[in-house]
């Protein structure tokens, strides 16, 4: 039975989709095991499937103050601790992935663990990247990890992605000392993210769907657009009795939620009920790590601890979240009308594309998000039948598609046709060698 690693961390949005695509290796018959933070330990069991810590607690990291701060205003001060803690859980996370992916026959990694692209040197098995945003430099837009205008054309589009480059090779410091002291490797001289040590491409799988993210048309051949990775909910859940005399007592509610960015639960709160008593609406909220105080809310507005959001969207009109890419999923797949409020990271672009097809206002980052903004956003999601019509349109096009299958099947022609990079330099050694005495003999 062909065993496969999948090495992940980050927020539960992280996650989730590489469980999705270890349940349906499953069903093919694969032994899967998911490497992520100790957060998710719970989660990924639940489903079944065996799992293996990275290193401790991401939620703690987020909940640090200069964490808060360097994303949200003080980068320059807070930067350098923040950098020098991302290392440090990149080279815990790395010394975990190498006891874990010793006996498998593939490794799949995304941005966050490149460095698995140097086990799997070590170990002499394939290496494909994933990610759940465009990543691959393109001159049609600007990179998606920054907040940056929306175009910048066609060369400032492409120098963009050298901030990228820039701040993976300060985290990539560890790499070299790991691979040297547990890996037994030279140190790595070429290559990024989307490449071999030698400065092949490696195949990437983007688990997101053309239909809101079309494929730029000067991508290499080996990125590839699989549709997204969904991962069905399992819990049965369904309302309680609580929520279901909330949703009786009058028309559906919106959604809003803030994400697992813990930043301002205090600024975001009194945002909410200022702009839901203003808009006249009703409200369901769910605070995910942080960003909601759900003590002392008005009667329009009913607070969810937890509940997934492919069967919490079922009933609401409409959602307002952070912009990750697996809420913004679990709107569009229900054709749910959608306002984004972005913090950081790729949530931005994922706001943008929102609004770009059609489906809800144009989206407002979160630092300056008043009462009176998101009351207007309110009452614009719930009138306008523009946003419902094009938000079904994209529906239908996303429930059409299977993600998961078409990244089984590129990750088995990649194993199939994977050759180590030793035997490779070996086999070009041959054939200079028979060129050489068939020249000899002419």
Request: net charge positive.
């Amino acid at each position: 039975m062909k065993r496969i690693a999948l090495v992940t961390i980050g927020t539960q949005g992280d996650v989730q989709p590489y469980i999705a695509l270890s349940l349906a290796l499953q069903e093919r018959g694969y032994s899967v095991v998911i490497g992520a933070n100790e957060d998710f330990e719970g989660l990924v069991t639940g489903y079944g499937i065996e799992f293996h810590s990275l290193g401790p607690s991401i939620q703690a990291f987020l909940k640090e103050t200069r964490f808060e701060n360097a994303m949200n205003s003080s980068m320059l001060i807070n930067g350098p601790w923040f950098l020098k803690q991302g290392q440090q859980i990149i080279d815990t996370a790395a010394r975990a992935a190498w006891r874990m992916c010793q006996g498998t026959d593939a490794i799949i990694v995304n941005m966050n663990t490149s460095f698995g692209i140097d086990i799997a040197e070590a170990l002499k098995i394939p290496a494909i990247m994933t990610a759940l945003q465009p990543l691959n430099s393109t001159s049609e837009f600007p990179l998606s990890m920054y907040y940056v205008a929306d175009d910048l054309g066609p060369t400032l589009n492409k120098l963009s992605y050298t901030a990228a480059t820039m701040q993976q090779a300060y985290m990539n410091l560890p790499r070299n000392r790991l691979r040297r002291e547990l890996m037994g490797l030279e140190a790595r001289n070429m290559g990024g993210v989307f490449t071999n040590t030698d400065g092949s491409y490696l195949t990437t799988l983007y688990a997101y769907s053309a239909a809101v993210s079309p494929r730029p048309r000067d991508w290499p051949k080996t990125a590839l657009v699989t549709g997204y990775w969904n991962l069905r909910d399992r819990s049965n859940w369904e309302p309680t009795p609580e929520f279901e005399a909330f949703l009786s007592a009058g028309e559906a509610p919106v959604y809003i939620g803030f994400g697992s960015m813990p930043f301002g639960a205090e600024r975001n709160t009194r945002i909410l009920k200022e702009a839901v008593a203003l808009w006249g609406g009703r409200a369901v909220v769910a605070r995910g790590w942080g960003g909601i105080d759900p003590r002392d809310l008005p009667d329009t507005i009913f607070p969810i601890e937890k509940a997934p959001h492919d069967r919490l969207f079922r009933y609401v009109s409409a959602v307002v979240h952070h912009g990750g890419a697996g809420t913004t999923s679990a709107g569009l797949h229900l054709g749910r009308p959608t306002f984004i409020v972005p913090q950081a990271i790729d949530q931005p672009y994922w706001g943008r594309r929102v609004y770009e097809l059609g489906c809800g206002p144009k989206p407002i980052r979160l630092r300056k998000l008043t009462a009176e903004s998101l009351a207007e956003a309110l009452a614009d999601l719930n009138s306008n039948d523009s946003y419902r019509r094009n938000a079904a349109l994209v529906a239908e096009q996303l429930r059409s598609e299977d993600g998961t299958d078409k990244a089984i099947k590129v990750i088995e022609r990649v194993m199939g046709n994977f050759v180590p990079r030793v035997a490779k330099l070996a086999r070009k050694s041959k054939t200079k060698a028979k060129k050489l005495s068939l020249k000899k003999a002419v």
